[in-house]
């Protein structure tokens, strides 16, 4: 039954895709996630050519003038490859500044006549974004110890670890919106194998590049419609 009830939740969010306001959302998180990465990316490209030698002197070669250039260069296909792990706290960043919009758009489609909901302020929304994107990068920082040794299932550790994170984050977020803070928490709790397996069907995708652009705008809707379904809306 739970694992239905997930898998129903998610192919309604993949439905609503083309619907306008999940299309506003999307092209902002995209365009977001895309200048971030791309900041970021330059701004180490910089740094690069700061710490690394315009030329270096090699024995039996000579001096070699490319060396910061290809460093810097290089640096671009480094940051596609870590863009598989940057993008779950960039996700989970983005999420909390567009949920409210994606989750009014599923209500108004499935869930009419829900009454307002409890307003949570761009400052609050902005503080739980960051202080959950340091969660996040802390947890990951400290997992990567574990993904080494780990080898061929690094993959599915990385996958756990983030889709308890995520389905947490996400779940609260929703559950928010009509319960306030204490009880979305408690439902929370009552709920959280569902709410992981939930959070890791969206961690999977994240690892993949380009797909990934799309997983915030999903899980946001995927996880307003696993709270009414588990409130028995």
């Known amino acids: 039954m739970g694992r239905r009830m997930i898998l129903t939740s998610f192919l309604k969010a993949l439905g609503q895709l083309p619907d306008r306001p999940f299309r506003s959302v999307l092209f902002r998180g995209i365009g977001l996630s895309v200048a971030l990465l791309a900041a970021l990316t330059y701004g180490i490209s910089v740094l690069v050519g700061i710490f690394v030698p315009d030329a270096v002197s090699l024995p039996y070669i000579g001096t070699v003038n490319w060396i910061d250039s290809a460093a810097s260069w290089a640096v671009i296909p480094l940051m596609m490859v870590l863009s598989v792990f940057l993008m779950v706290p960039v996700a989970s960043a983005f999420t909390g500044l567009f949920l409210d919009d994606v989750a009014q758009a599923v209500e108004d489609r499935h869930y009419p006549g829900q009454g307002p909901v409890t307003k949570i302020s761009l400052s609050d929304n902005l503080r739980d974004s960051l202080g959950f994107l340091g969660v996040m990068v802390v947890v990951n920082a400290v997992a990567l110890i574990l993904y080494l040794p780990a080898g061929p299932l690094a993959p599915f550790l990385f996958w756990a670890v983030n889709g308890y994170l995520l389905g947490r984050e996400y779940f609260q977020m929703a559950a928010m919106r009509r319960l306030g803070r204490t009880e979305a928490s408690r439902l929370r709790r009552r709920y959280w194998a569902r709410i992981w397996v939930a959070g890791t069907l969206m ?9 990934n652009l799309l ?7 995927t996880f307003t419609h696993l ?7």
């Open 215 to 221: 997983i915030p705008v999903l899980g946001a809707a």
């Open 227 to 233: 709270y009414h379904r588990v409130r028995g809306s």
């Open 203 to 211: 961690a999977v995708p994240l690892s993949l590049p380009l797909v």
